[in-house]
């Protein structure tokens, strides 16, 4: 009977036993639940209403694809194809992957490393002979071993470290999805923006022709003598200044055209055309209730898994002040001439366990314990001011949006009136009741108010588009 083995055989079931009881014992601990982080991270004195405290809101849920709300089927390609080129994009898609294999690189030190080591050498002694008076020759020793390490994972510290990283792989994939939400919207804001100053230069240009015209009417009067020469300076100074707002302009939308070029991944030539004018603004969007922001927005689901990190890596870290135990093994050949003179035989197996307990290093782990439990509480801060961000968000677009259409009914009523008194002006001046610089005075309001109108209906569509990103509804 081999009495060797089976103590062997004894030997490696006790121990496997005691380390199962071992890793049943110490499992990682589980973060707290979002509505426990959420409290902890917000001031005791901060309270999340049940409804936006913006008027007028609807609390019905968030609808999805708002692209397609603008009926502008040219947006949505521009937007597709950002998303596509867009290279800052493309770097944090590679971020992801870093994260990947991080969770892969952290995880494969739970499992055992297998490895071959192999040596030959050759051992050769000057001037020494052999009783028979011969010299001795060459020895040689040589092994070939295969061997296996392992380190027990007692108290958790490597699958603490497993979790924090696929918490952070979550955390990234999320930020990745954020950052395409955001790329969307900046580039249909940009798109917008490049049409919004398009309509300006236009407008500009109308402004040009007209104080062009009423500088020539002026002019004309003064040589008739119905005119001074205080009234032409005025009109060619108010003509210079159209022109220099006109250079302004057209120099402003050049930019916001390379812009977005290079939102797109393309050079920046300034040849992209776009509409002539301004999409309608959507129907009035359902905002939801303030809590679902939480699961909706990735930024904020980005920042509790980021906490969620923090908290495994804590007990990592306090783990790495108990004792560890490693076993290895190995087997394979060895030789050389102390065997070789002994008749032993070359092929031998060893198994062993090592237990390592920090006694002193300098405050080196009680400081990554400390380190570790402040990054945590950075991490609850953050998660808490994104949460306040992402509410702010929704809260300031909302009201925005509101005082916008009323400030758009005030200047489309303005814009009424002053066409109304242009419509009078061209009739006395066709009649012959007044001549046409004060006609020219009017079409000159009538086109600042119109620019003015032009403006908040950019601005509504601005807003716009941030509340859907607010809101975080898929694009």
Request: hydrophobic share 45%.
């Amino acid at each position: 009977m081999n009495t060797n083995g089976s103590k062997s055989r004894r030997f490696l079931a006790g121990a496997g036993g005691v380390i199962l009881l071992l890793l049943s014992a110490c499992a990682v601990k589980k973060p707290p639940s979002t509505t426990q982080t959420m409290n902890n991270a917000l001031p005791p004195t901060t309270k999340i209403p049940e409804q936006w405290t913006a008027q007028g809101t609807s609390a019905a849920p968030v609808e999805t694809g708002w692209l397609k709300s603008f009926n502008d089927p040219q947006m949505e390609a521009i937007v597709a194809e950002a998303l596509k080129n867009n290279l800052d994009l493309q770097a944090a898609a590679t971020r992801v992957q870093v994260a990947a294999n991080l969770v892969t690189e952290v995880h494969a030190q739970m499992m055992p490393m297998v490895g071959v080591v192999g040596a030959a050498q050759y051992l050769g002694r000057y001037n020494q002979k052999k009783s028979t008076g011969q010299r001795k020759g060459v020895f040689n020793a040589s092994s070939l071993l295969g061997g296996v390490s392992w380190e027990v994972d007692l108290w958790a510290k490597i699958r603490s470290q497993v979790a924090a990283a696929k918490q952070g792989l979550a955390a990234t994939e999320l930020d990745y999805q954020w950052a395409r939400m955001s790329l969307a919207a900046a580039t249909a804001k940009v798109w917008y923006l490049v049409t919004y100053t398009l309509m300006l230069e236009k407008y500009a240009e109308q402004n040009v022709a007209i104080d062009q015209q009423l500088l020539d009417v002026t002019v004309a009067q003064f040589q008739v003598g119905n005119a001074e020469q205080q009234q032409v300076d005025f009109a060619q100074a108010q003509l210079a200044q159209s022109q220099a707002q006109l250079a302004n302009v057209s120099n402003a939308h050049l930019q916001v055209v390379r812009a977005l070029e290079v939102l797109l991944g393309r050079y920046p030539a300034g040849e992209i055309q776009t509409a002539s004018a301004l999409a309608a603004l959507p129907p009035p969007v359902p905002a939801g209730l303030p809590v679902q922001l939480l699961e909706r927005r990735p930024d904020v689901a980005a920042a509790e898994h980021n906490f969620d990190a923090a908290f495994h890596l804590v007990q990592s870290a306090k783990a790495a002040q108990l004792p560890s135990l490693a076993l290895t093994g190995a087997g394979g050949y060895l030789t050389n001439e102390i065997y070789q003179a002994l008749a032993f035989r070359p092929w031998v197996w060893t198994v062993a366990g090592n237990l390592l307990a920090p006694i002193y290093t300098g405050g080196l782990l009680q400081a990554r314990v400390k380190t570790a439990d402040e990054n945590q509480k950075a991490a609850l801060a953050l998660y808490g001011q994104t949460i306040l961000q992402a509410f702010d968000d929704v809260e300031v677009t909302l009201t925005n949006e509101r005082y916008l259409k009323d400030e758009a009914k005030d200047a489309q009523g303005a814009l009424n009136s002053i066409q109304d008194a242009l419509t009078l002006g061209r009739v006395k001046y066709d009649v012959g009741q007044t001549d046409l610089s004060p006609v020219l005075q009017l079409e000159n309001v009538v086109l600042g108010t119109e620019m003015a109108t032009t403006t908040i209906q950019y601005d509504l569509i601005a807003n716009r588009i941030d509340l859907y990103l607010a809101l975080g509804g898929p694009f």
